[in-house]
């Protein structure tokens, strides 16, 4: 197990517990951070480094990331790695191959894929290793059904049975408490509609159709 990852897995279930900074996922936010940090990567030093350019040469980048590469200040690194790229492409001549390729890879996509599975991967580590950990797990606000998903699968493989029971149990409980709140919430939003209920509060259910995405898909910065 990789240790280098406990600090920002402790940090972000420190922010995202009950109490905490904001009511999010955890994950999504070590995501977005993971992200962050390789767009900087790549349009810093890195891009001139011979072995990077040869990866971003085969994978380049998927639509999202080259967008949010644009935004940011350094154009003429990005163009500098198209230019490149786009020597690569000609040289394949179009190749059916290497055209199919393209539209399933993305350099940034896989740093952040492998990157997320290590932390995944130290987060049960850490409820297994760290009761102050697990206390923390408990006291999430939610996970989104994504990292849900990795979450649970990870510990499968990372735990024995009886004690991926204990964790399932915990983890799936955690999900649930917010789940069935948004359902509500979502349920009510609706029959704001009915004139029977429009005099009625609105609670919290306002933004609940935005807030069902970010549990549904992910909250992803855009």
């Known amino acids: 197990m990789e240790k280098i990852y406990t600090i920002p897995v402790n940090e972000a279930f420190d922010a995202c517990r009950e109490g905490g900074e904001e009511r999010a996922c955890p994950f999504c936010r070590l995501y977005n951070m993971t992200e962050q940090n390789e767009l900087d990567i790549i349009l810093g030093a890195a891009m001139m480094e011979p072995d990077i350019r040869i990866k971003t040469n085969e994978q380049f ?41 393209l539209e399933e890879s993305c350099y940034i996509c896989s740093r952040i894929d492998y990157t997320m599975a290590r932390m995944i991967e130290t987060a049960v580590w850490l409820w297994h290793n760290d009761g102050t950990f697990k206390k923390k797990t408990a006291e999430q606000t939610m996970f989104c059904m994504p990292h849900l ?66 549990l549904l898909k992910g909250d992803v910065q855009k």
């Open 149 to 214: 998903r990795r979450f649970l699968e990870a510990g499968k493989k990372g735990l024995n049975r009886r004690e991926f029971g204990e964790f399932s149990e915990q983890v799936r409980g955690t999900a649930a408490r917010y789940y069935d709140e948004l359902a509500e919430d979502v349920s009510w939003f609706c029959k704001k509609f009915d004139y029977r209920y429009e005099k009625e509060s609105w609670g919290n259910s306002k933004d609940s159709v935005e807030r069902a995405l970010k």
């Open 61 to 101: 980048f998927c639509e999202r990331h080259y967008a949010r590469m644009l935004g940011m200040k350094n154009r003429l690194g990005l163009a500098l790695i198209t230019e490149s790229h786009l020597a690569e492409l000609r040289k394949s001549n179009f190749s059916e191959k290497k055209l199919a390729s």
